[in-house]
């Protein structure tokens, strides 16, 4: 096997490893990596997708989860204002989905939640820091850098754009 695939959260060429286990138990089922298995394990992924959002969302107040029935909860309220805006989720309203622990193993660690979203004024802060640069925060939202005494250079990390080219266009012209 191959090395780890961010987008199914598997070993590259798992598809033809499981064709060859599923083909030694159920040797008449004919099931093929593709387009059977792959085509599968997209959709428990698109499925274990939107429960997450329901369940672990930042913006989904309100939903929870029953590992006795394997259903997503949430008051009808709730329900019909987040079907509302995503229609594909109504058929957890009423439909277990056993894989969402083991799947929430595979693809938790990789789906964003912007748990550890940064602004750019945060962005800023932290390189001046790396940097030793001193901070002056002019007000909530701008903050101000200024050198400390070992003034650095940073000239050289600023892409320099040569404009020769378009003078040699309007020379000509």
Not at 116 to 127: K, M, N, R
Not at 145 to 169: A, C, H
């Amino acid at each position: 096997m191959g090395t780890h695939n961010a987008n199914t959260g598997f070993k590259a060429g798992y598809p033809l490893e499981l064709e060859r286990m599923v083909g030694k138990k159920l040797p008449s089922a004919n099931i093929k990596a593709k387009p059977h298995i792959e085509s599968r394990i997209k959709t428990l992924k698109k499925d274990w997708s939107i429960i997450f959002d329901m369940v672990q969302g930042n913006c989904t107040s309100g939903f929870g989860w029953d590992s006795q029935k394997n259903m997503v909860t949430a008051e009808d309220a709730v329900w019909e204002s987040y079907i509302s805006s995503l229609k594909n989720a109504a058929q957890f309203r009423t439909r277990s989905f056993f894989f969402y622990n083991k799947l929430s193993q595979i693809y938790a660690k990789d789906k964003a939640t912007g748990q550890d979203t940064q602004t750019a004024v945060d962005i800023l802060v932290d390189i001046a820091l790396k940097e030793n640069v001193e901070i002056n925060e002019s007000t909530e939202h701008e903050s101000q850098f200024e050198l400390g005494s070992d003034d650095m250079d940073i000239s050289s990390r600023v892409p320099q754009i040569s404009t020769s080219s378009r003078r040699k266009r309007k020379a000509s012209e």
